[in-house]
């Protein structure tokens, strides 16, 4: 597609619930980045994939937070048993590696919202 | 640990009004420095990005400049329309970093007819 898809939109879960955050950012772009954006503040950063390597997980606020990219391609964004805390829209954003004649930019995704209750 | 911070945190002005919006970041070791805006309930829009090694960007009525030495940028927002109501977030590149950003908590815009 012409954009970062993110699904789903919305997801509510009770606090214990396991859920996944799908990403699929736009075709060939080497670099995807997850942040958390908790209400009234600005995105976090939360890990970094180039291809299917993940190479930065350091703002993964738990182990109860799990990111992968298995083929390079799409990203699931798991959090297990949620906390109340957990509850913030998650983005992703992906960009073309630099050099091959790619913008710098990043183009993020609309986000899914995750409520626990 | 680089922070980044916005001022103010909300404004509200008049259609027409020329505007200031703030940054400053406490590690000027930067990549690079970019603005985004974030509609509600939408993902971020790039606005303006400016390399370590510039002074300013523009693009149509929004100019953003950079003080690297002194942590500072600005965006400025010429004859400001309703339809730059949005929330405006500066985010930094790290000198270091494979391209991880830094945001600050944004500024709510609000420009009423």
């Known amino acids: 597609g012409a954009g970062v898809s993110q699904s789903p939109r919305y997801k509510v879960a009770k606090r214990g619930q396991d859920v996944a955050l799908r990403c699929d950012p736009i075709?060939?772009?080497?670099?995807l980045f997850w942040y958390q954006q908790a209400l009234g503040q600005g995105p976090e950063f939360l890990t970094y994939?180039?291809?299917?390597?993940?190479?930065?997980k350091s703002g993964l606020p738990s182990d109860r937070f799990f990111a992968e990219r298995p083929e390079g391609s799409v990203s699931t964004l798991k959090i297990q048993r949620t906390q109340q805390e957990d509850s913030a829209v998650y983005l992703c954003?992906?960009?073309?590696?630099?050099?091959?004649?790619?913008?710098?930019?990043?183009?993020f995704g609309s986000g899914t919202r995750l409520t626990v209750v | 640990k680089q922070e980044v911070t916005q001022i103010p945190a909300a404004l509200s002005v008049p259609e027409g009004e020329n505007l200031v919006l703030n940054c400053s970041f406490t590690?000027?070791?930067?990549?690079?420095l970019q603005w985004f805006r974030q509609d509600p309930g939408k993902g971020l829009t790039s606005l303006l990005l400016?390399?370590?090694?510039?002074r300013e960007q523009t693009s149509g009525r929004l100019n953003a400049s950079l003080d690297k030495s002194s942590g500072r940028s600005t965006l400025y927002i010429a004859a400001s329309q309703p339809g730059d109501s949005a929330t405006y977030l500066c985010?930094?590149?790290?000198?270091?970093?494979?391209?991880?950003?830094?945001f600050g908590q944004g500024t709510i815009l609000t420009v009423h007819p």
């Open positions: 994939f180039q291809n299917e390597a993940q190479l930065d």
């Open positions: 400016i390399q370590s090694s510039q």
């Open positions: 954003a992906s960009r073309p590696r630099l050099g091959t004649g790619g913008s710098y930019g990043y183009t």
């Open positions: 985010a930094v590149r790290g000198g270091t970093s494979y391209g991880k950003l830094t």
């Open positions: 590690d000027s070791a930067i990549y690079n």
């Open positions: 075709s060939g772009h080497v670099s």
